[in-house]
């Protein structure tokens, strides 16, 4: 079993950074693949980023490909998401997730943090 906890969630205005993070707890973290999903308002919830269990291979979403950085620090139980260039359109609850890397799906979840971008 794994919980995981987001927070770095904010309101910002356009084209300023927030570095959002997810701590987890339970055994063996370092065996989970791990990703950031979002949800807008009236849309459905989308991937972002993933990360695989060694951190050695990540892959984006082509609308925050060269604004976003996944990236974790097993030691920690963290995963981080550095989001620069913020636009409106980003603006979702960002939500965390995890999945140990042999299984197909994401199975455990954050509770959210709400990103806000203003124009």
């Known amino acids: 079993q794994v919980q995981l906890v987001e927070s770095g969630g904010g309101l910002v205005q356009a084209g300023d950074s927030l570095r959002l993070s997810c701590v987890a707890s339970?055994?063996?973290?370092?065996?989970?693949?791990m990703a950031w999903f979002r949800q807008a308002p009236g849309k459905e919830r989308e991937n972002v980023a993933t990360i695989r269990w060694r951190g050695d291979s990540t892959s984006y979403a082509d609308f925050v490909k060269g604004r976003f950085t996944i990236s974790r620090v097993n030691a920690k139980n963290t995963v981080y998401l550095q989001m620069n260039s913020l636009r409106p359109d980003d603006t979702a609850v960002y939500y965390c997730?995890?999945?140990?890397?042999?299984?197909?799906?994401?199975?455990?979840w954050g509770q959210g943090t709400q990103v806000t971008v203003s124009s």
């Open positions: 997730a995890a999945k140990q890397f042999f299984t197909p799906k994401y199975n455990y």
């Open positions: 339970g055994r063996a973290f370092s065996n989970y693949d």
